[in-house]
């Protein structure tokens, strides 16, 4: 092994720990109330990126996105893909997009754990870069 293959192991590995940490069940909170809403399952897909599907509804069990468009309109919140399409780069997940099922809205999204407090931190923003958008707290 090459000093530089060397190299990118032992930096690669913490980052890749943080993906992984990502995947499973987290809880969305309100951000006005700090109510629970629902449960998302983060996970990696047979090609590879990272998607996340509503799995449980606390409160409106039978919401649907009637403000969503195309696919989505008039279907159920419960089950629903709302993050699509990330790729892990670092210990951070982007790339792809996240669904507003309460506005219909889709943005450009970025995920990554707090190291400090252990919550998932998605931001949602209208430009690739991040710079114009919100940022949610989720709890495992």
């Not at 700090?34 to 998607?51: H, P």
């Not at 951070?92 to 506005?103: H, I, M, N, Q, R």
């Not at 219909?104 to 114009?132: A, H, N, P």
Request: charged share 30%.
């Amino acid at each position: 092994m090459t000093v530089p293959a060397a190299v990118w192991l032992l930096l690669s590995g913490p980052a890749a720990a943080q993906v992984r940490d990502m995947q499973g069940e987290w809880k969305t909170v309100d951000d006005r109330s700090g109510e629970i809403r629902s449960t998302v399952r983060i996970y990696q897909a047979g090609d590879g990126l990272y998607y996340g599907k509503i799995e449980k509804m606390h409160k409106y069990a039978d919401a649907v996105c009637d403000r969503c468009e195309g696919d989505n309109k008039n279907k159920p919140v419960l089950g629903m893909v709302i993050i699509a399409g990330m790729k892990a780069e670092g210990d951070v997940l982007k790339g792809g997009t996240v669904l507003d099922p309460e506005s219909g809205k889709t943005y450009y999204g970025t995920i990554r754990i707090d190291r400090k407090s252990g919550k998932l931190l998605l931001r949602g923003s209208l430009d690739k870069r991040g710079l114009f958008g919100r940022t949610q707290y989720w709890i495992r």
